[in-house]
């Protein structure tokens, strides 16, 4: 006999694919997104007041939540303090399980699929899985390809993988068509926080005319011409963190066409 599933399981999967629903509305319609990657352990939180007025006068769109070392203490208060100043949706972008925190509005769950660590391609996600099925919130399966950056970034150095080369377009394909096979609803190419080079604009090609999935690229990420650069060979989404840590005046060069 089939059981039928409580109503209340039920009402939990109302509702709970609304920023996936938004970007995918993007990527059909062409639409560039901005995520605004805030890490717990880099910021004042005396000067949230006046980041948040710079997010609201942007083109941003999301709001990333995440950093390698970061606990969930720390996440939970930064996202209390940003909800009241800043209406974007934020999601999680964990290094680590123990950053899952219940309010936020989603979670991108990750799949280091570049590297070949067992802790990264399941360990992990079966130690989130229990935790994140009990959380009323949106939870987004990404394949996660780490691109080789000119030098060791934070996710290399904590994952203890290797990275794809930066020149192997034809093995980033085989794995963001790998992420998509296996279910995962975007694909995300990072160069690393605070790398030297970003994701060469061939491979973000290459990939986004291979895959039927949103693309999100992150990492490096400077200037207005290398942000245009990365939507123009086929990015739905970009993420920027380091040039908004290091430049707050970043902001004003991105914000007007
Ligand atoms: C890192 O892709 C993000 O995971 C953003 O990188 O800090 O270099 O902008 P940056």
Same mark, same amino acid.
């Given at each position: 006999?089939?059981?039928?599933?409580?109503?209340?399981?039920?009402?939990?999967?109302?509702?709970?694919?609304?920023?996936?629903?938004?970007?995918?509305?993007?990527?059909?319609?062409?639409?560039?997104?901005?995520?605004i990657?805030?890490?717990?352990?880099?910021?004042?939180?005396?000067?949230?007041?006046?980041?948040?007025?710079?997010i609201n006068?942007?083109?941003a769109t999301h709001i990333?939540?995440?950093?390698?070392?970061?606990?969930?203490?720390?996440?939970?208060?930064?996202?209390?303090?940003?909800?009241?100043?800043i209406q974007l949706p934020i999601?999680?972008?964990?290094?680590?399980?123990?950053?899952?925190?219940?309010?936020?509005?989603?979670?991108?769950?990750?799949?280091?699929?570049?590297?070949?660590?067992?802790?990264?391609?399941?360990?992990? !996600?079966?130690? /989130?899985?229990? @935790?994140?099925?009990?959380?009323? #919130? +949106? *939870?987004?399966?990404?394949?996660?390809?780490? %691109?080789?950056?000119?030098?060791?970034?934070?996710?290399?150095?904590?994952?203890?993988?290797?990275?794809?080369?930066?020149?192997?377009?034809?093995?980033?394909?085989?794995?963001?068509?790998?992420?998509?096979?296996?279910?995962?609803?975007?694909?995300?190419?990072?160069?690393?926080?605070?790398?030297?080079?970003?994701?060469?604009?061939?491979?973000?090609?290459?990939?986004?005319?291979?895959?039927?999935?949103?693309?999100?690229?992150?990492?490096?990420?400077?200037?207005?011409?290398?942000?245009?650069?990365?939507? !123009?060979?086929? /990015?739905?989404? @970009?993420?920027?963190?380091?040039? #908004? +840590? *290091?430049?707050?005046?970043?902001?004003?060069? %991105?914000?007007?066409?």
């Amino acid at each position: 006999m089939i059981q039928k599933k409580p109503l209340v399981l039920l009402e939990m999967n109302v509702n709970t694919t609304k920023i996936y629903s938004e970007i995918v509305t993007a990527f059909v319609n062409k639409k560039r997104l901005l995520a605004i990657l805030l890490d717990p352990d880099k910021i004042d939180f005396y000067e949230i007041k006046q980041l948040a007025e710079k997010i609201n006068l942007s083109p941003a769109t999301h709001i990333f939540i995440g950093g390698s070392l970061v606990f969930s203490e720390a996440i939970e208060q930064l996202i209390e303090e940003i909800k009241k100043l800043i209406q974007l949706p934020i999601i999680l972008f964990p290094g680590h399980p123990s950053q899952i925190v219940e309010n936020a509005d989603g979670i991108l769950f990750l799949n280091l699929l570049s590297g070949r660590n067992p802790d990264y391609l399941i360990g992990h !996600q079966v130690k /989130a899985a229990p @935790v994140l099925k009990k959380m009323n #919130f +949106e *939870v987004i399966p990404t394949a996660y390809l780490l %691109i080789e950056s000119g030098g060791k970034t934070a996710v290399e150095v904590v994952s203890k993988t290797n990275p794809i080369s930066r020149h192997d377009s034809t093995e980033a394909v085989a794995t963001a068509q790998a992420g998509e096979l296996m279910g995962n609803k975007l694909i995300y190419l990072e160069a690393g926080s605070g790398a030297i080079q970003s994701v060469p604009e061939e491979m973000i090609q290459k990939v986004a005319k291979s895959v039927a999935i949103p693309v999100i690229v992150g990492g490096g990420i400077r200037t207005k011409k290398a942000l245009d650069l990365a939507y !123009q060979n086929g /990015a739905t989404m @970009v993420v920027i963190g380091t040039a #908004f +840590e *290091v430049n707050i005046e970043f902001f004003n060069q %991105i914000s007007h066409d």
